[in-house]
């Protein structure tokens, strides 16, 4: 069992940078791969990034690749999602999940959910 819970959230102006950080329990964090959805007001959930069990691979959306970064600490069972050049329509309750495999993870089969923290982007 892995229970998630999801921090950093806040209210940022465009262009401005937030991390968010996802504690994970249990001690079979490790075996995990992470992912950060996100979700806004009246649409559905979309996958942000995605991390393997190892750290050594990722993979992004397009909309957010090359100004969010994911990252994990194993030892502090967390993961992280640094959030540069925000945008208006980065504003979404962002949620993070795990699986076994970084795939799973992408194409949204995941295991655990967390319950999410808000991001908005004022302009």
């Known amino acids: 069992q892995v229970q998630l819970v999801e921090s950093g959230g806040g209210l940022v102006q465009a262009g401005g940078s937030l991390r968010l950080s996802c504690a994970a329990s249990?001690?079979?964090?490790?075996?995990?791969?992470m992912g950060w959805f996100r979700q806004a007001p009246g649409k559905e959930r979309e996958f942000v990034a995605a991390?393997?069990?190892?750290?050594?691979?990722?993979s992004y959306a397009y909309s957010v690749k090359g100004r969010f970064t994911i990252s994990r600490d194993n030892a502090k069972n967390t993961v992280y999602l640094q959030m540069n050049s925000l945008k208006p329509e980065d504003t979404a309750v962002y949620s993070c999940?795990?699986?076994?495999?970084?795939?799973?993870?992408?194409?949204?089969?995941?295991?655990?959910w967390g319950q999410g923290t808000q991001v908005t982007v004022s302009s």
């Open positions: 249990g001690r079979t964090f490790s075996s995990y791969a």
């Open positions: 999940a795990a699986a076994r495999q970084l795939n799973h993870v992408v194409d949204g089969f995941t295991d655990y």
């Open positions: 991390i393997s069990w190892s750290g050594g691979r990722t």
